[in-house]
T-cell receptor, first 113, second 110 residues
Framework: EAGVTQFPSHSVIEKGQTVTLRCDPI?????LYWYRRVMGKEIKFLLH????????ESGMPNNRFLAERTGGTYSTLKVQPAELEDSGVYFC???????????FGEGSRLTVL | DAKTTQPPSMDCAEGRAANLPCNHS???????VYWYRQIHSQGPQYIIH???NNETNEMASLIITEDRKSSTLILPHATLRDTAVYYC???????????FGTGTRLTIIP
């Protein structure tokens, strides 16, 4: 069974540019999460989808970040315009119903120059 | 903020049992204790969770004190591949969010 896949694995962009990260959850998982770790900090929750609906987006840092999950399958996280402090590793995770076992992807490393 | 306290680092000899402590003195009755680990730069990996009874699976055992204010994750026969940062997380089952703290960096010594 395929795990959670994320693309790209690493992206290097300049300040002010736009980047879109993609996450494909495990097939059949309704819950999809985005987390991130910025340099030297702890892993922080960004938001949670249940199917195509945003269940909790309390961790989204500001309106430069936009997450979508059209059709309730894969999700995208767009950063526009990117700032230096957005550099870090963005993790996606998915889970089935009524379980705290989240399956994480390998992460997308974002470097903003 | 994380509701758990863990030692920042620990060493364990290969083949021995690794015992990782966690304090969660403010845990409430409907909160579970979860353990995840992150090996190098990979994504976090679920290990085990429990409410108040001790739990065991193919990866580890979880011992929760009777007052539930602390717990210990046990890796029975540590291998070099168990070198990772281990996170103890308190999670309300009605809240899907995981709050990661700083974790314990476990180093397995050959």
């Amino acid at each position: 069974e395929a795990g959670v896949t994320q693309f790209p694995s690493h992206s290097v962009i300049e300040k002010g540019q736009t980047v879109t990260l993609r996450c494909d959850p495990i097939s059949g998982h309704d819950n999809l999460y985005w987390y991130r770790r910025v340099m030297g900090k702890e892993i922080k929750f960004l938001l949670h989808f249940v199917k195509e609906s945003k269940q909790d987006e309390s961790g989204m840092p500001n309106n430069r970040f936009l997450a979508e999950r059209t059709g309730g399958t894969y999700s995208t996280l767009k950063v526009q315009p990117a700032e230096l402090e957005d550099s870090g590793v963005y993790f996606c995770a998915s889970s089935g119903p009524n379980t705290g076992e989240l399956f994480f992807g390998e992460g997308s490393r974002l470097t903003v120059l | 903020d994380a509701k758990t306290t863990q030692p920042p680092s620990m060493d364990c000899a290969e083949g021995r049992a690794a015992n990782l402590p966690c304090n969660h003195s403010t845990i409430s009755g409907n909160e579970y204790v979860y353990w995840y680990r992150q090996i190098h730069s990979q994504g976090p990996q679920y290990i085990i969770h429990g409410l108040k009874n001790n739990e065991t699976n193919e990866m580890a055992s979880l011992i929760i004190t009777e007052d539930r204010k602390s717990s210990t994750l046990i890796l029975p026969h540590a291998t070099l591949r168990d070198t990772a940062v281990y996170y103890c997380i308190v999670r309300d089952f009605g809240n899907e969010k995981l709050t990661f703290g700083t974790g314990t960096r476990l180093t397995i010594i050959p």
